[in-house]
């Protein structure tokens, strides 16, 4: 069964530090992984899809890699922002090629 | 763009009743899902259908009955609402497997069990 892990769980920085959110998973038979955002009483929105022929996407200041011979991602944030705060949530495959199965998240926060 | 449509958006039950919770999409995939989402526990997977026709069982299908009425529309059916199925409840949508899209998310039912 498909488990995915993310660290820390919360996080405060300052704006303009750079940070890395963790998500590991116990399965490397997957077919993609995301990173989506969340906004307090808000649905999720998609940030970044890794493709199963993939390594890494990057969008603007966003860069997610993947490794699923060790089953790991990170997304990294550069330049961090007050409105970057929002809690970020990895998924991935609940059975190879099925629905994504998500972490706990990492709540973000960033002060001005 | 609608993307993922809910309804309704926030719903009051009492112990017992039964409601369906009904979810649209309008970017013609194939694949559509329900999860919910409790403080502590994240978002989980309640069904999946991967394509019209189909559906499976996720994490935490007790309670719960799932129709994928055609390919637009997949909905969620309480049969008899208990407090422990106090969530709030997320419908998504996206492509599967090898050719995997970004999954698009409904802004959510807030449902209250008393």
């Known amino acids: 069964k498909q488990e995915v892990t993310q660290i820390p769980a919360a996080l405060s920085v300052p704006e303009g530090e750079n940070l890395v959110l963790n998500c590991s998973f116990t399965?490397?038979?997957?077919?993609?992984l995301q990173w989506f955002r969340q906004d307090p009483g808000k649905g999720l929105t998609s940030l970044l899809l890794i493709q199963s022929s993939q390594r890494e996407q990057t969008s603007g200041r966003l860069n997610a890699s993947l490794d699923k011979s060790s089953g790991r991602s990170t997304l990294y944030i550069a330049a961090s922002q007050p409105g970057d705060s929002a809690t970020y949530l990895c998924?991935?495959?609940?059975?190879?090629?099925?629905?994504?199965?998500f972490g706990k998240g990492t709540t973000l926060s960033v002060s001005s | 763009n609608a993307g993922v449509t809910q309804t309704p958006k926030f719903q009051v039950l009492k112990t017992g009743q039964s409601m369906t919770l009904q979810c649209a999409q309008d970017?013609?995939?194939?694949?559509m899902y329900w999860y919910r989402q409790d403080p502590g526990m994240g978002l989980r997977l309640i069904y999946y259908?991967?394509?019209?026709?189909?559906?499976d069982k996720g994490e935490v299908p007790n309670g719960y009955n799932v129709s994928r009425l055609n390919k637009r529309e997949f909905s969620l059916r309480l049969e008899s609402a208990a407090p422990s199925q106090t969530s709030v409840y997320f419908c998504?949508?996206?492509?599967?497997?090898?050719?995997?899209?970004?999954?698009?998310f409904g802004q959510g039912t807030r449902l209250t069990v008393v």
């Open positions: 259908s991967a394509s019209e026709g189909t559906t």
């Open positions: 399965d490397s038979a997957i077919y993609n």
């Open positions: 998504a949508s996206s492509e599967l497997g090898v050719w995997a899209t970004e999954a698009f």
């Open positions: 998924a991935t495959d609940y059975q190879a090629g099925t629905a994504l199965i």
């Open positions: 970017m013609n995939h194939n694949s």
